[in-house]
């Protein structure tokens, strides 16, 4: 017994070894209220005498829905630059653009004649054109021409198209205002 409470950050020495207790519990339709749980797989492994650490935390951030995802990206953006991180990918193409700090560009994106920033991660091989992007994060391979996109989450491979403003797109939509 602790005070201590798991987070959902989780780092493994040794993944295979949890693969094999998370097919266990597939296996054996084992559920906690209709639902595989994470942590009925970490308590085989305890019982079985993996160790685990723990760390500690001084901001504990959810990524629940849109609006707390959105919220935790600003805070980890904050964070990354304040240690120094280098968060534009060397690939990345940014032609007639603004970039307002922090921001996160993945390998191989492309921004043209738009404003992006701040608090936006865009990632590998999202392309944003004409656009005007802040507090959102656009997922791998996404597009957005022609759009205000604040507050928003734009899913893998989902083009935006428009005027929007507060936005949460799944992966491989597609999105015409």
């Known amino acids: 017994v602790s005070d201590l409470a798991i987070i959902g950050i989780y780092y493994f020495q040794d993944g295979a070894y949890l693969r094999e ?6 296996d054996n339709d084992i559920k906690d ?12 492994m305890k019982n079985k005498g993996t160790i685990f650490v ?9 990524c629940g829905n849109k609006d707390a995802t959105v919220f935790t990206n600003q805070r980890y953006l904050e964070y990354l630059k304040e240690r120094g991180e280098k968060l534009v990918a060397a690939s990345a193409k940014i032609t ?18 738009s404003v992006v920033g701040p608090h936006v991660s ?10 005007r992007l802040s507090n959102s994060i656009v997922q791998t391979a996404a597009t957005v021409r022609h759009a205000n996109v604040a507050a928003s989450m734009i899913g893998n491979s989902a083009s935006v198209t428009g005027k929007p403003a507060d936005l949460s ?5 597609v999105l015409r205002v």
């Open 122 to 131: 865009l990632s590998a091989d999202a392309v944003v054109e004409d656009s």
């Open 33 to 44: 209220k209709g639902e595989y749980q994470l942590t009925n797989a970490l308590e085989n």
């Open 54 to 62: 723990p760390g500690q935390v001084t901001e504990w951030l959810d």
């Open 21 to 26: 207790e998370l097919q266990y519990l597939l």
């Open 169 to 173: 797109v799944g992966d491989f939509n």
């Open 96 to 113: 007639n653009s603004v970039i307002i700090e922090p921001v996160y560009i993945g390998e191989n994106a492309v921004i043209t004649n």
